[in-house]
């Protein structure tokens, strides 16, 4: 293990390293035990508190949470893709009463909360909880992804455009053919990215009451009683972190690959405006 | 529009407590995501694999669930708080610190090579090189990807209003309750005062990315 910004250690700054290593480590593990007896204390290693997961039902619940969780996302990156690409198109149109008017639209919706997004919907329109939860995501999620292709688009060198101009395309034939094919080849990781922030803000659903995985949480405690909250809360969320780590596995993966094939390789930097995180 | 103007104590006592939940968890998740990052590069393994252990769960994990967790959670197993907005605190700062970490780090990889060898061929330690030569140079270019990280923060603060904190989002429920007849104008009015804190903040990232673009 070698670095830059640091000698290779010797023999004395080894042990050094180890001893600290080990203290960190006790210091840890100090802290788990005493989590651990706290926890211990009100009961929430009692079998009977996780008898819960003996009943059925619970496992059906949990099932449809996911599968709400999963569609409310599903559907919206479906309807954000294609919508996000054509904000991007507007944003970069040469027509300036086409451009202005979807650049501010823009930044309205990408300085706007996506939970104020969603319970307007569900308030002014008086939609139910699904249609709420997905159009909200949807306005969010397209204003970023026309943002990340429209990054894309304006990393390319400027002789893509111009040598498709040259052969006498028209500008939309330039963009189709030429410009986003490249783009969105070099945008991967980032929409790839963007897509676990999307997966991630469906939780928000809990607060307009669709009844998404944490929703369900909370119906269970109500019905069987606050001593399960603790039990059912944990599984529930480690089902969560479990697929949204893994869709961000893939976007790593995606960049690992895209580097070598994209033209170019794959932009790492954050562009200016586009959030990194959610 | 008259809903709006009757309510503005209210929407503006909402707008205060978003500015300063904001403004404290930034605070603490600038610090403890530098600490983090810090430790991401560090010499000692058990600090490079907390950090890596922590930042990898916590960026996986929606912001709801750790707000839940905070706020209906803890109390039930006998952590109570006295007030809402202390949890709040903790899971926003928490949850901020995990990406604060990831884009100093992306900045400490950022600095060229030279910089980190001159300074050890002069003759300084790990801990000198790094608060000396090499963050100065990183926060510098990492400034407006923070401010994003701060601008989503200020957008992520809403998620306290579903958990019992009346700030800007939590003022907009209540008064979307109370004027059923209005509900378009109410929330009308929480976009705006949004806006008023992140139209300015994205602004002033990309005039800063501009200037850190031309000076590097």
């Known amino acids: 293990m070698s670095s830059v910004l640091y000698d290779v250690p010797g023999p004395k700054a080894r042990r050094v390293s180890l001893i600290g290593s080990a203290i960190g480590i006790i210091a840890i593990a100090g802290l788990l035990v005493w989590a651990i007896t706290i926890l211990a204390q009100q009961g929430i290693f009692d079998a009977k508190r996780w008898e819960v997961f003996q009943i059925p039902d619970v496992w059906v619940l949990i099932g449809n949470g996911i599968v709400a969780t999963l569609s409310a996302a599903a559907v919206a990156a479906v309807i954000a893709f294609p919508l996000g690409l054509l ?32 319970f307007f919907v569900l308030l002014v329109f008086a939609t139910g909880s699904f249609v709420a939860v997905v159009a909200g995501l949807v306005l969010y999620n397209s204003a970023i992804f026309a943002e990340i292709i429209r990054a894309g688009i304006q990393s390319l060198p400027k002789g893509q455009r111009e040598a498709g101009l040259a052969v006498g395309l028209t500008s939309f034939q330039s963009r189709r053919n030429i410009e986003l094919p ?9 929409l790839v990215a963007q897509l676990v922030v999307l997966l991630k803000d469906t939780s928000l659903g809990y607060i307009v009451s669709y009844e998404e995985l944490l929703r369900k949480v909370q119906i269970m405690a109500d019905f069987l009683g606050p001593q399960y909250l603790f039990p059912v809360f944990f599984v529930a969320a480690v089902i969560y972190i479990a697929i949204d780590f893994s869709v961000s596995r893939l976007a790593i993966w995606l960049e690992r690959r895209g580097s070598k094939k994209a033209a170019g390789g794959v932009v790492h930097v954050p562009v200016a405006g586009i959030p990194v995180a959610k | 529009m008259d809903v709006i103007i009757e309510n503005l104590p209210q929407y503006w006592d909402g707008f205060l407590r978003t500015l300063f939940l904001s403004g404290i968890s930034g605070i603490i998740a600038l610090i403890f995501g530098t600490v983090l990052a810090a430790a991401r590069v560090s010499p000692v393994a058990a600090l490079r694999g907390f950090s890596m252990t922590y930042v990898e769960i916590v960026r996986n994990t929606p912001l709801t669930i750790a707000f839940f967790f905070a706020a209906v959670v803890l109390p039930r197993l006998g952590v109570t708080f006295q007030q809402f907005e202390v949890a709040a605190i903790i899971a926003l700062s928490a ?17 060229p090579v030279g910089q980190a060898e001159a300074a050890r061929s002069v003759g300084m330690k790990f801990s000198q ?13 990492v400034i407006p990807p923070l401010i994003n990280i701060l601008i989503a923060l200020v957008k992520n603060s809403s998620v306290a209003g579903a958990f019992f904190v009346l700030e800007l989002f939590g003022t ?10 209005a509900v378009l104008w109410v929330l009308v009015g929480v976009a705006f005062f949004y806006l008023l804190i992140t139209v300015p903040l994205g602004y002033f990232a990309n005039v800063v990315e501009r200037k850190v673009a031309i000076a590097r």
């Open chain 2, 129 to 141: 090189v790094l608060s000396l030569i090499i963050l100065p140079q990183a926060l510098r270019t």
């Open chain 1, 87 to 118: 904000l991007c198109l507007m944003r970069i149109s040469a027509v300036g009463w086409i451009r202005i008017p979807t650049r501010i639209m823009l930044e309205f919706l990408r300085g706007m909360p996506v939970v104020l997004m969603m």
């Open chain 2, 95 to 111: 949850y901020t610190s995990a990406f604060i970490a990831e884009a100093v780090r992306s900045g400490v990889n950022s600095v």
């Open chain 1, 182 to 190: 490249q783009a969105i080849r070099r945008m991967l990781p980032s």
């Open chain 2, 172 to 181: 907009g429920r209540q008064l979307a309750n109370a004027n059923g007849d």
